[in-house]
């Protein structure tokens, strides 16, 4: 028998290491779930119009679009961007 602050655990350390190792699972689980869910914290009108840009530049890349329709579609998401070098 194992006893700890007076307390008699039946079948010596097993069930202690049993409540031990769900614990640690139970808090891996929690830390895995959460760690997938996090927000993206840079969203926003200017993420957005950069997001919207990169795809643009992706579809002009795979020859989705052609050069004239990736300049009318740029001035459209984001009319700034009148010169070449954006």
Not at 6 to 22: E, M, V
Not at 33 to 60: E, N, Q, T, W, Y
Request: aromatic fraction near 8%; charge should be positive; charged fraction near 25%.
């Amino acid at each position: 028998m194992c006893t700890i602050y007076g307390f008699q655990f039946p079948g010596g350390w097993l069930l202690p290491a049993l409540i031990l190792l769900g614990l640690a699972a139970a808090v891996l689980l929690f830390r895995l779930l959460r760690s997938g869910r996090r927000p993206d914290f840079r969203r926003g009108a200017v993420a957005d119009r950069d997001d919207a840009l990169r795809i643009l530049r992706l579809r002009l890349a795979e020859g989705a679009i052609t050069a004239d329709e990736f300049k009318r579609l740029r001035v459209a998401v984001d009319p700034q961007a009148t010169d070449g070098n954006r």
